[in-house]
């Protein structure tokens, strides 16, 4: 692995199938700790969010902190979660459940987000892969989070890509635009792992089938059910993806690009998100250096990281290395 120390990451996260996905990898990789999970609305609500993160957690046999956050999107109305993308429950229609003994955190995803930020000063990455209230939300309780954690990776957005939800829109920020403002915007370290580059990295089930006979356990058998669901909306959509059974591996991108940059072709400008109207969600990059004259696009202001090309064999490979490591104990 690339990453010779361990990473403190929260996984903000609506699991949703791509989300287990990458919690899976993020708890395989000896490069991250993940010291807690905040959970959003998004491709569930945010009650059914929080279920799945315990229960996967459980599954792992990883007793990892789970908090509840935003519910609904900061100013626009909320949407019914796209139930023939994810499953009804997230994790494609798991026909039963084990029993676990695991419990939600107390605290909403914003405060824990804080909370943890003050105790490890300078440490903590956010990896956020859902609609992203939950970072808005605890950039107006710290003011100074910028300042107080390391690094900001976010699954959303599109440059050159088409959207997902609409010709410009990617699902994630279309899903809370003006809180994607506010964090594309906030001043800390961050990057934007869109569509330019997840929707290069198709994953087929029978990697997933591979991985789940490999290890003979619940959790694999479980994300091998949901990827299996997952992958008849995408094979349905789009011909090259249905050619190899397979979905985009959207979410885990973002711990791809934490544990393997060197993977990403970058572009750094200042990102703005369009709120309202047709092109609601679209993320504008700012990519030429001359003074446009019109207000919003200042040059000195905050800069994020874009991701605008992968290495996808090489982080196919890694996922698969990643996934087939010796991270499920019996
Ligand atoms: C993003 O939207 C959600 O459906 C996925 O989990 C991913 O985070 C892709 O646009
Ligand atoms: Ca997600």
Same mark, same amino acid.
């Given at each position: 692995?690339? *990453?010779?120390?361990?990473?403190?990451?929260?996984?903000?996260?609506? &699991?949703?199938?791509?989300?287990?996905?990458?919690?899976? #990898?993020?708890?395989?990789?000896?490069?991250?700790?993940?010291?807690?999970?905040?959970?959003?609305?998004?491709?569930?609500?945010?009650?059914?969010?929080?279920?799945?993160?315990?229960? %996967?957690?459980?599954?792992?046999?990883?007793?990892?902190?789970? !908090?509840?956050?935003? /519910?609904?999107?900061?100013?626009?109305?909320?949407?019914?979660? &796209?139930?023939?993308?994810?499953?009804?429950?997230?994790?494609?229609?798991?026909?039963?459940?084990?029993?676990?003994?695991?419990?939600?955190?107390?605290?909403?995803?914003?405060?824990?987000?804080?909370?943890?930020?003050?105790?490890?000063?300078?440490?903590?990455?956010?990896?956020?892969?859902?609609?992203?209230?939950?970072?808005?939300?605890?950039?107006?309780?710290?003011?100074?989070?910028?300042?107080?954690? *390391?690094?900001?990776?976010?699954?959303?957005?599109?440059?050159?890509?088409?959207?997902?939800?609409?010709?410009?829109?990617?699902?994630?920020?279309?899903?809370?635009?003006?809180?994607?403002?506010?964090?594309?915007? /906030?001043?800390?370290?961050? !990057?934007?792992?869109?569509?330019?580059? !997840?929707?290069?990295?198709?994953?087929?089930?029978? %990697?997933?089938?591979?991985?789940?006979?490999?290890?003979?356990? /619940?959790?694999?058998?479980?994300?091998?059910?949901?990827?299996?669901?997952?992958?008849?909306? #995408?094979?349905?959509?789009?011909?090259?993806?249905?050619?190899?059974?397979?979905?985009?591996?959207?979410?885990?991108?973002?711990?791809?690009?934490?544990?393997?940059?060197?993977?990403?072709?970058?572009?750094?400008?200042?990102?703005?998100?369009?709120?309202?109207?047709?092109?609601?969600?679209?993320?504008?990059?700012?990519?030429?250096?001359?003074? #446009?004259? *019109?207000?919003?696009?200042?040059? *000195?202001?905050?800069?994020?990281?874009?991701?605008?090309?992968?290495?996808?064999?090489?982080?196919?490979?890694?996922?698969?290395?990643?996934?087939?490591?010796?991270?499920?104990?019996?």
């Amino acid at each position: 692995m690339s *990453q010779p120390t361990t990473r403190k990451v929260i996984y903000d996260t609506d &699991p949703g199938v791509d989300d287990a996905m990458a919690l899976y #990898y993020a708890l395989a990789h000896p490069g991250i700790y993940i010291i807690g999970i905040t959970t959003t609305f998004g491709n569930v609500t945010v009650e059914q969010a929080a279920t799945n993160a315990l229960y %996967l957690s459980a599954l792992a046999a990883r007793a990892v902190p789970v !908090t509840r956050g935003a /519910a609904r999107p900061w100013v626009k109305p909320g949407e019914a979660p &796209p139930a023939h993308i994810h499953g009804a429950d997230g994790l494609g229609n798991l026909s039963t459940r084990a029993p676990h003994a695991l419990v939600l955190d107390p605290r909403p995803s914003a405060q824990f987000i804080v909370d943890m930020a003050r105790a490890h000063p300078g440490e903590i990455t956010l990896v956020a892969v859902g609609p992203l209230g939950n970072l808005a939300a605890a950039l107006l309780l710290e003011p100074q989070l910028p300042q107080l954690v *390391q690094e900001v990776i976010v699954m959303g957005g599109t440059v050159l890509e088409p959207g997902n939800v609409s010709p410009v829109a990617e699902a994630n920020v279309w899903n809370d635009p003006h809180a994607a403002d506010i964090v594309f915007n /906030a001043g800390w370290t961050i !990057t934007m792992v869109g569509l330019d580059v !997840t929707h290069r990295l198709i994953l087929p089930v029978s %990697l997933f089938a591979r991985i789940a006979a490999h290890h003979q356990h /619940a959790a694999t058998d479980t994300l091998l059910h949901a990827v299996n669901f997952y992958a008849g909306f #995408y094979s349905g959509l789009y011909p090259h993806v249905a050619a190899i059974h397979g979905c985009f591996g959207h979410d885990v991108l973002a711990f791809i690009y934490l544990t393997n940059p060197e993977l990403f072709s970058l572009e750094h400008g200042r990102v703005r998100v369009v709120k309202d109207g047709l092109a609601q969600g679209q993320t504008v990059l700012r990519r030429k250096t001359i003074p #446009y004259p *019109q207000t919003g696009w200042d040059p *000195q202001t905050p800069v994020t990281s874009v991701c605008m090309e992968v290495d996808h064999t090489g982080a196919a490979d890694v996922f698969t290395r990643t996934m087939l490591g010796d991270w499920l104990r019996p």
